[in-house]
């Protein structure tokens, strides 16, 4: 079995110089990976708090400090109707999109 296998699409720019090639796909790596790190522990901590409460993920809101909390009442109204009015709009937009479509 090969690794091998001829791809179509993007792929990274290739500069000419090889060790310059290498050194950008290194940081790009780096950074893919660190960023990866961070939202992994974002869920871990999403999870445990989740857990913890007895909530949804839809319950959650992201406090000042980074930490994860449950949603006051007030605050998962104001949350629901803003995910209502998305809703519609995306609708809305889409119905638009099919009557202008030939």
Do not use: C
């Not at 790009?28 to 909530?55: F, H, L, N, P």
């Not at 930490?67 to 006051?72: E, K, N």
């Amino acid at each position: 079995m090969s690794t091998n296998v001829p791809t179509q699409g993007l792929s990274a720019p290739d500069t000419g110089l090889s060790s310059h090639d290498y050194v950008y796909d290194r940081v790009v790596g780096e950074d893919s990976r660190t960023k990866w790190s961070q939202i992994a522990a974002r869920q871990k901590d999403k999870v445990q708090v989740i857990e913890e409460k007895g909530v949804t993920g839809f319950d959650l809101t992201r406090k000042p400090d980074g930490t994860y909390g449950v949603m006051t009442p007030k605050q998962r109204a104001a949350s629901e109707r803003s995910r209502k009015f998305h809703f519609k709009m995306d609708a809305h937009g889409k119905a638009l999109k099919a009557q202008k479509a030939p």
